[in-house]
């Protein structure tokens, strides 16, 4: 069977868990690097992927040790999914204004609007003049 491997960034907005690891894992941008199986029979070559490997930061009790953890591609969305949903929950209890319906956004919109002051309003008014050159020039009045 013909496999190749790509690699990718995945970033946790919060500390996660993968099933059967030790301990949680802190958020950050982990490198991810994938084994992919080529499937057979396909008129367009298409790849599934089998496994993922997790490239895990260094411990500061020890620097220079890197850690690998090998798990299926699932689990890893799994944690992802979890982690997105984890950062939605919060962005709704931080920002309730984000829940109010459509007709709330539209009447605080209309509210904004009419107390703002448009810069062209506050602009001194511009005039155009004819010049010897026969282009027509904008200048301030």
Same mark, same amino acid.
Request: aromatic residues 8%; proline residues 6%.
């Given at each position: 069977?013909?496999?190749?491997?790509?690699?990718?960034?995945?970033?946790?907005?919060?500390?996660?868990?993968?099933?059967?690891?030790?301990?949680?894992?802190?958020?950050?941008?982990?490198?991810?690097?994938?084994?992919?199986?080529?499937?057979?029979?396909?008129?367009?070559?298409?790849?599934?992927?089998?496994?993922?490997?997790?490239?895990?930061?260094?411990?500061?009790?020890?620097?220079?040790?890197?850690?690998?953890?090998?798990?299926?591609?699932? +689990?890893?969305?799994?944690?992802?999914?979890?982690? +997105?949903?984890?950062?939605?929950?919060?962005?709704?209890?931080?920002?309730?204004?984000?829940?109010?319906?459509?007709?709330?956004?539209?009447?605080?919109?209309?509210?904004?609007?009419?107390?703002?002051?448009?810069?062209?309003?506050?602009?001194?008014?511009?005039?155009?003049?004819?010049?010897?050159?026969?282009?027509?020039?904008?200048?301030?009045?």
């Amino acid at each position: 069977m013909i496999t190749r491997t790509t690699e990718n960034m995945v970033t946790f907005q919060h500390p996660f868990v993968v099933y059967g690891y030790k301990k949680s894992l802190p958020a950050g941008a982990y490198k991810v690097e994938y084994e992919e199986d080529l499937l057979p029979n396909l008129f367009i070559p298409a790849f599934r992927r089998m496994q993922a490997t997790l490239h895990l930061h260094a411990e500061v009790a020890h620097p220079g040790v890197m850690e690998y953890l090998t798990i299926t591609p699932k +689990e890893l969305e799994a944690a992802l999914k979890r982690d +997105e949903t984890t950062t939605l929950k919060l962005l709704q209890a931080v920002r309730p204004s984000e829940l109010a319906n459509k007709t709330d956004r539209d009447a605080i919109e209309r509210a904004e609007d009419e107390g703002m002051m448009w810069m062209s309003d506050a602009l001194p008014q511009r005039h155009e003049k004819n010049h010897p050159d026969g282009l027509r020039r904008r200048h301030n009045s």
